[in-house]
């Protein structure tokens, strides 16, 4: 909750009513709406509403969005829905769910913000998109399921905007089984630049296909081991997990 108020609010806004908030209320006893008036002080904005949604209200959104570009319009197509329970006691989340898109002249970032069981984003391309990150910081809480390309989804998991996209990415990735997801997958376990918790769940993902390419990137990876101790734990589990206990074993002592 304090990560979608300051995406909603802007740094500026939110740490200036986080300090007077604090000031004002320290050593006192305090209710939410103490701290939901200060953040309206310092950004002009009524919070209310956001309050009352993401405070009071139980539950979140489950959203499920997929993702079709045409190349003669050169339009991407964005639909989207709430599949959770929505009635007159629980209506449809009011959320922010900004998309990301990467062409080859770069990336560009739009709005999205709905507050129906369903909507749907037109966006006019420059060009086929290399891929499309939806919420890719995580404005609004979630589950999400997605619906797009192989391709996109891969490029995505590769060099998405932030580490949340790509772990998403990663995350659809799972059911795809081959040898060009296998790659991919590979090449960002591996990646020094990487963060620790996607490059594990690369590895974790790798070893769930149970498959020749998936074994073969594995024992790639033991010849050269990481520099991250979790990292290196993972891989060993992975390899126990296929089935060579042994090669793991050594692996670790020699390691």
Same mark, same amino acid.
């Given at each position: 909750?304090?990560?979608? #108020?300051?995406?909603?609010?802007?740094?500026?806004?939110?740490?200036?009513? =986080?300090?007077?908030? $604090?000031?004002?209320?320290?050593?006192?006893?305090?209710?939410?709406?103490?701290?939901?008036?200060?953040?309206?002080?310092?950004?002009?904005?009524?919070?209310?509403?956001?309050?009352?949604? /993401? +405070?009071?209200?139980?539950?979140?959104?489950?959203?499920? &969005?997929?993702? =079709?570009?045409?190349?003669?319009?050169?339009?991407?197509?964005?639909?989207?829905?709430?599949?959770?329970?929505?009635?007159?006691?629980? !209506?449809? $989340?009011?959320?922010?769910?900004?998309?990301?898109?990467?062409?080859?002249?770069?990336?560009?970032? %739009?709005?999205?913000?709905?507050?129906?069981?369903?909507?749907?984003?037109?966006?006019?391309?420059?060009?086929?998109?290399? /891929?499309?990150?939806?919420?890719?910081?995580?404005?609004?809480?979630?589950?999400?399921?997605?619906?797009?390309?192989?391709?996109?989804?891969?490029?995505?998991?590769?060099?998405?905007?932030?580490?949340?996209?790509?772990?998403?990415?990663?995350? %659809?990735?799972?059911?795809?089984?081959? !040898?060009?997801? &296998?790659?991919?997958?590979?090449?960002?376990?591996?990646?020094?630049?990487?963060?620790?918790?996607?490059?594990?769940? +690369?590895?974790?993902?790798?070893?769930?296909?149970?498959?020749?390419?998936?074994?073969?990137? #594995?024992?790639?990876?033991?010849?050269?081991?990481?520099? #991250?101790?979790?990292?290196?734990?993972?891989?060993?589990?992975?390899?126990?997990?296929?089935?060579?206990? !042994?090669?793991?074993?050594?692996?670790?002592?020699?390691?």
């Amino acid at each position: 909750i304090l990560h979608m #108020l300051r995406e909603r609010l802007g740094d500026e806004s939110f740490f200036k009513g =986080v300090r007077a908030y $604090f000031e004002k209320y320290k050593f006192d006893v305090v209710e939410t709406d103490d701290f939901r008036k200060e953040l309206e002080a310092a950004s002009g904005l009524g919070l209310e509403g956001f309050f009352d949604q /993401w +405070c009071m209200r139980p539950g979140c959104p489950n959203i499920s &969005v997929k993702a =079709v570009y045409d190349t003669a319009s050169r339009t991407l197509t964005l639909s989207a829905d709430q599949t959770q329970k929505i009635d007159e006691r629980t !209506p449809a $989340f009011a959320v922010a769910t900004p998309v990301v898109v990467k062409t080859g002249e770069g990336m560009k970032t %739009f709005d999205w913000s709905w507050r129906t069981k369903s909507d749907t984003l037109e966006l006019k391309l420059d060009g086929p998109p290399e /891929w499309v990150a939806f919420d890719p910081r995580l404005a609004t809480l979630k589950t999400l399921k997605q619906d797009m390309p192989v391709e996109w989804m891969r490029a995505l998991a590769k060099d998405g905007p932030t580490t949340a996209s790509r772990r998403q990415a990663v995350q %659809f990735l799972r059911c795809n089984a081959t !040898p060009d997801t &296998v790659a991919v997958l590979e090449a960002i376990a591996t990646d020094p630049a990487a963060r620790r918790r996607l490059r594990q769940e +690369c590895v974790d993902a790798i070893a769930d296909f149970q498959c020749d390419a998936g074994r073969a990137a #594995l024992a790639r990876m033991m010849e050269k081991p990481t520099e #991250l101790p979790r990292v290196h734990a993972s891989l060993c589990s992975a390899v126990t997990q296929l089935g060579d206990k !042994p090669k793991a074993i050594a692996w670790l002592a020699r390691t």
